[in-house]
C-alpha cells in the first residue's frame, strides 16, 4: 500500500517533514489501532538507520500517542525495542513520556538497557560491569569515577561511543578530536574492545561514526591525524548523506560496490541517481531492493533496466510477503511478474 511507503518517506525527510505533517498523516492515512505495531516498527526501523533523528522520533511518539486509537503505541514500542533503540527510549524518558516503572519491563527482560539510565538507578561502576551483556568494559570503563555518571549520562544519549565522547559526531566539532588525541584515545580504535562495540553491537571505528553522523569536520580531523581511510567507510559515507564525505570516499574508491547497496538500504535514493547518472554498476538483486523496503528505487532501476525481476527474488519475496502479510507487496511483485526478462548480455 502506498501509504505506508509515504509514512516511511516522511520519516526519513527528519524534521524537513515536520512533526505536525507526520501526525496529520497518521490521522488521516493510518486510521485505527492495527496501524499501532506498524508505526513502531517504522519509528524504530528510522532510528537504527538514523540515529541523529532521535529527538524528532521522539516527539512523533509522544503525539501520535495523544490520538485516542492508538493508546497501545507507548506498550507496543516497549515490546520491540533493542538495545539499539536505546537512545530513543532514554529521551522519551526524559519528556516524562515513561517512567521508570514503565520500564522495569525493560528493566527485567532486557538488562542491558539499564546502561541508559545508570544515574537513576543509583548504579556503581562494579554494579554497571557485572550486566552479562556488557562484560569486558573494565579498561575501556576505568577512567571514570562514581561521581561522573552525569557525563557518562550524556555520552550514552548520543547513542554511540568509542573510548570516548559521542558529543564530537553530534555536533562536528573536530576540537574535541583534537582533545581526544591529546588524552592519548584510541581514535583509530585498533586496539582493545571499544565502549561503543560492547554497548551497541556495532563496529563503528570514530571515523566510520564521523561519516554516518555526516560530520565533515571531524571526518577530516580524524585524516589529518592518520586515520586511515578503508572501503568499509564508503558504506557509512552514503548512509550519512554527507556530499563532502562521499566524495572523499570516491577519489579513494572510485570502483567500490559499497556504495550502490548503501543507497539503496539507507533510501538515499538522490545519491542512488547520482551514482547511476555517474555510470556505477548495479550489482544487486531485487529481493536486496524489496527487502530494503526501497520501492522507489526498485521502480527506478528497473525502468533503467539495471536490475532483473528474476525468478529466484520473486520467489524469495513472495515467501517474505507471505510472511508478513504484506499486501503492498504482493502489488509490487504482481507488477515484477509482468515485467519481461533482461536479455543475458
Known amino acids: 500500500m502506498d501509504i505506508l ?9 527528519g524534521k524537513k517533514s515536520g512533526v505536525h505533517n507526520v501526525i496529520e498523516y497518521i490521522e488521516k492515512n493510518l486510521i485505527n489501532a492495527e496501524y499501532s505495531k506498524f508505526i513502531v516498527t517504522e519509528v524504530l526501523h528510522v532510528s537504527t538507520i538514523r540515529p541523529f533523528f532521535t529527538e524528532f522520533l521522539a516527539e512523533i511518539i509522544i503525539e501520535a500517542s495523544k490520538i485516542p486509537y492508538l493508546l ?19 529521551m522519551l524518558y526524559d519528556r516524562k513520556y515513561y517512567s521508570l516503572d514503565d520500564l522495569q519491563v ?14 537513576e538507578l543509583h548504579f556503581t561502576l562494579e554494579d ?48 574535541l578530536i583534537s582533545e581526544f588525541i591529546l588524552n592519548d584515545f584510541d581514535i583509530k580504535g585498533s586496539t582493545g574492545p571499544s565502549l561503543h562495540e560492547t554497548l551497541g553491537g556495532f563496529n563503528l571505528t ?73 555510470g556505477f554498476s548495479v550489482s544487486t538483486n531485487v529481493y536486496f ?14 525502468n533503467k533496466k539495471l536490475v532483473d525481476p528474476d525468478s529466484r527474488s520473486i520467489q524469495m519475496s513472495n515467501k517474505l510477503a507471505e510472511q508478513n502479510n ?8 504482481k507488477k515484477l511478474t509482468a515485467l519481461p526478462k533482461l536479455k543475458s548480455k
Open 289 to 302: 531492493i524489496i527487502e530494503a523496503h526501497n520501492y522507489f528505487a526498485l521502480d527506478y532501476l528497473l
Open 326 to 333: 504484506n499486501f503492498e507487496l504482493f502489488g509490487v511483485l
Open 106 to 119: 525493560l528493566f527485567s527482560s532486557k538488562k542491558e538497557l539499564t546502561a541508559f539510565f545508570a544515574p
Open 5 to 13: 511507503i509515504d509514512f516511511r518517506k516522511l520519516l526519513l525527510t
Open 206 to 278: 570514530l571515523i566510520n561514526a564521523a561519516a554516518l553522523y555526516a560530520s565533515p569536520n571531524c571526518f577530516k580531523e580524524l585524516i589529518m591525524n592518520g586515520v586511515e581511510l578503508k572501503e568499509e567507510t564508503c558504506e557509512y559515507a552514503v548512509l550519512g548523506g554527507d556530499k563532502e564525505i562521499i566524495n572523499t570516499c570516491l577519489k579513494k574508491f572510485p570502483k567500490s560496490k559499497k556504495f550502490i547497496p548503501a543507497a539503496i538500504k539507507g533510501n538515499q535514493n538522490n545519491i542512488l541517481i547520482e551514482l547511476v547518472n555517474n
Open 128 to 175: 554497571f560491569q557485572s550486566i552479562p551483556q556488557l562484560q569486558g568494559l573494565s579498561g575501556s570503563f576505568s577512567q571514570l569515577e562514581n561521581n561522573e555518571w552525569e557525563m557518562f549520562k550524556e555520552m550514552i544519549n548520543l547513542g554511540y561511543v568509542q573510548n570516548t565522547i559521542g558529543f564530537a559526531m553530534k555536533y562536528d566539532d573536530p576540537s
Open 72 to 90: 497501545t503505541l507507548k506498550t507496543d514500542l516497549l515490546n520491540y525495542v533493542e538495545y539499539i533503540h536505546g537512545p530513543l527510549i532514554r
